[in-house]
């Protein structure tokens, strides 16, 4: 499965949001049968890092000029 984009507007972050759609993210991959997450994230965007990395996704690869400002990393998991 691949995160596109997970974007929750500044005025609800914090309030469990999007733990809720990893949660059910994860839980309609295994229904799939597919077991591997992938994302790309801003190198400078620390807090989705973090966000992420709770889990389980790891850095695998910074991939440079992703965005047209600055360069990305390329999470991945398991389900």
């Known amino acids: 499965?691949?995160?596109?984009?997970?974007v929750?507007?500044?005025?609800?972050?914090?309030?469990?949001?999007?733990?809720k759609m990893i949660d059910e993210l994860f839980s309609i991959s295994r229904e799939l049968g597919k077991n591997t997450i992938q994302l790309e994230v801003r190198v400078s965007n620390i807090r989705a890092q973090n966000f992420y990395?709770?889990?389980g996704l790891k850095i695998q690869q910074t991939i440079a000029n992703y965005y047209a400002d600055e360069d990305?990393?390329?999470?991945?998991?398991?389900?």
């Open 53 to 55: 990395q709770r889990f």
């Open 72 to 79: 990305g990393y390329m999470m991945v998991g398991t389900v």
């Open 8 to 19: 929750i507007e500044e005025q609800y972050q914090g309030q469990g949001l999007g733990t």
């Open 1 to 6: 499965m691949r995160i596109v984009a997970l």
